[in-house]
């Protein structure tokens, strides 16, 4: 089993639409959660940081960690075509590299 | 949030030639830098993590002769690709991390392509 699965997509929604990524994990010591964007050709955006368990809401984004499940999600309202991009989850035990998801490939339609 | 740029944006080299990549933390200080590579439509790879003032650690089946990274200020992380060939053409991008914060973050910055030929 890997440390991160992530569902590559590609996922692809109407504008407007809520969309729901999510990620699962396998290490209990995880504490540190990050969702990252990355648009083609260019660099991770961070996005949304979590420490432990609970909700983060920034805008139009929510992260979510569920630590008792190893399950943790994003979720973006009123998603926009400038939201397309693929979406990496991350996470780390603490001073370690973090370890990625493979990513997801969103394509919002107007 | 924490700007970190990487130069060149892009570079076309002939097989043989050594290539210097640059990582630099312009509004903080990465005490830790990380530099990945990335083939299309795949996730991050580590490579190695650095520590300013130390050798970097490399991962597993990552030769340490032909990526050499030197982190030798707090700024500044370079990554050289020695005699690149064709398989080395990728997308490398690195990251810094500013251990002296709470926050377990890493910022990126935009990648380098690089097209061995």
């Known amino acids: 089993q890997k440390e991160v699965e992530q569902d590559p997509g590609p996922l692809s929604v109407p504008e407007g639409a809520i969309v729901s990524l999510n990620c699962t994990y396998s290490?209990?010591?995880?504490?540190?959660f990050m969702w990252y964007r990355q648009y083609s050709r260019k660099g991770p955006e961070l996005l949304m940081y979590?420490?432990?368990?609970g909700n983060k809401e920034d805008g139009r984004f929510t992260a979510q960690v569920d630590k008792s499940s190893k399950y943790i999600s994003l979720f973006i309202r009123d998603s926009q075509p400038s939201d397309s991009a693929t979406y990496l989850c991350?996470?780390?035990?603490?001073?370690?590299?973090?370890?990625f998801g493979k990513g997801t490939r969103l394509s919002v339609i107007a | 949030g924490a700007v970190v740029s990487q130069h060149p944006s892009w570079v076309i080299c002939k097989s043989g030639t050594s290539v210097k990549i640059e990582c630099r933390s312009l509004?903080?200080?990465?005490?830790?830098m990380f530099w990945y590579r990335q083939f299309p439509k795949q996730s991050l790879m580590l490579m190695a993590t650095?520590?300013?003032?130390?050798?970097?650690?490399?991962e597993q089946g990552v030769e340490k002769d032909k990526f050499l990274i030197n982190h030798a200020s707090l700024t500044l992380s370079t990554l050289t690709v020695t005699s690149a060939h064709p398989e080395d053409s990728s997308f490398y991008i690195c990251?810094?991390?500013?251990?002296?914060?709470?926050?377990?973050?890493?910022?990126f910055g935009p990648g380098t392509r690089l097209l061995v030929l």
């Open positions: 991350a996470m780390s035990a603490g001073n370690t590299p973090l370890v």
């Open positions: 290490n209990s010591a995880f504490q540190y």
């Open positions: 979590t420490y432990s368990s």
């Open positions: 509004d903080f200080q990465a005490t830790t």
């Open positions: 650095s520590n300013e003032g130390s050798k970097a650690t490399y």
């Open positions: 990251s810094g991390r500013d251990t002296r914060r709470a926050q377990e973050t890493q910022y």
